[in-house]
Nanobody, 116 residues
Framework: QVQLVESGGGLVQAGGSLRLSCAAS????????MGWYHQAPGKQRELVATITSGGSRNYADSVKGRFTISRDNAKNTVYLQMNSLKPEDTAVYYC??????????WGQGTQVTVSS
């Protein structure tokens, strides 16, 4: 089993920054990809950013140039640095871990609210 705990959400004004953290514990050795998804009110959950075990990163078009996903292997933690935040970034942000040969784990989510 893998446990994921998110932190770092909060209320920020437009143009501000937040850094989200996701700490993984348990059977973490077979995690091949981690990522962040968000879900805004009335909308589907969608991918924000991912990072593979090899360090390859992918971003949603809406956050390219503003968000950065990174990892600290020593701490088993992934981060999402969010800069130049916009009101449309307001959502619950969920951490996700993909395991080999199969497995999907989700955190409980952390609320990000961006005021205009």
């Amino acid at each position: 089993q893998v446990q994921l705990v998110e932190s770092g959400g909060g209320l920020v004004q437009a143009g501000g920054s937040l850094r989200l953290s996701c700490a993984a514990s348990g059977s973490i050795f077979n995690i091949v990809r981690m990522g962040w998804y968000h879900q805004a009110p009335g909308k589907q959950r969608e991918l924000v950013a991912t990072i593979t075990s090899g360090g390859s990163r992918n971003y949603a078009d809406s956050v390219k140039g503003r968000f950065t996903i990174s990892r600290d292997n020593a701490k088993n933690t992934v981060y999402l640095q969010m800069n130049s935040l916009k009101p449309e970034d307001t959502a619950v942000y969920y951490c996700h871990a993909g395991l080999t040969p199969r497995g999907d784990y989700w955190g409980q989510g952390t609320q990000v609210t961006v005021s205009s």
